[in-house]
C-alpha cells in the first residue's frame, strides 16, 4: 500500500443536515484518514474554493482533495457549481463525486458531461453508506494518483 498524506480533506456541498450528519458518521465509522468540511450551497462551496468571505483563512479552509457535491442546493444548483469548478484551470483538478439522491438519467448524464468524476446515488441505509465512504476512500486515496493539493496555489 502507498504512503499517503496523514489526513485527507474532503469538502461536502450539500443543504441537507441529515445527509451531511450520516456521511460524517460514515466517515467516522470507516476509519478513514480524512477531514470532512461542509458547505450548505453552491455559493458556499464557491467562496470556500476561492478562499472568499468566511473562508479566506485557508488553515480553516484547507484545500480540497476531493468535493462530494450534491445537485439540489439553493442559490447555486449542483451542475452549474461543476461547470464552475471544472472550466477553471485551478480548480478543475479536484475530483468532483456527485453524491445525490437523483436518479434522474438527464442528471447522470449531465454530471458527466460536464466533467464529474463520479456520479454516486445516496444510499438508503447508514451501513451502505458506510460502505461507499470505505469505498470512495479507498479508491481516491489508496489506489489512484491524484496530483499534489499544492499544485493548484502555484499558479494563483
Known amino acids: 500500500m502507498k504512503d499517503r498524506q496523514a489526513t485527507v480533506t474532503i ?5 441537507d443536515d441529515d445527509d451531511s450528519l450520516l456521511v460524517h458518521d460514515a466517515l467516522v465509522e470507516s476509519r478513514l484518514p480524512i477531514q470532512l468540511y461542509i458547505v450548505r450551497d453552491g455559493d458556499e462551496l464557491m467562496d470556500y474554493l476561492f478562499h472568499r468571505g468566511i473562508y479566506t483563512d485557508i488553515s480553516k479552509a484547507p484545500d ?3 468535493i462530494l457535491l450534491d445537485l439540489n442546493m439553493p442559490k447555486k ?3 452549474e457549481v461543476l461547470k464552475e ?3 477553471d484551470p485551478k480548480l ?3 475530483p468532483v463525486i456527485v453524491l445525490t439522491s437523483s436518479k ?9 458531461e460536464l466533467g464529474a468524476n463520479s456520479f454516486v446515488i445516496k444510499p438508503e441505509t447508514f451501513t451502505s453508506l458506510v ?3 470505505k ?3 479507498k479508491y481516491w486515496f489508496e489506489i489512484v494518483e491524484l496530483p499534489l493539493v499544492s499544485t493548484k496555489r502555484q499558479y494563483e
Open 135 to 137: 469505498t470512495i476512500g
Open 11 to 15: 469538502l461536502m456541498a450539500d443543504d
Open 92 to 94: 478543475r483538478r479536484i
Open 77 to 79: 444548483h449542483g451542475l
Open 85 to 87: 469548478i471544472k472550466i
Open 104 to 112: 434522474a438519467e438527464e442528471d447522470i448524464y449531465n454530471t458527466y
Open 64 to 66: 480540497p482533495g476531493l
Open 131 to 133: 460502505e461507499v465512504m
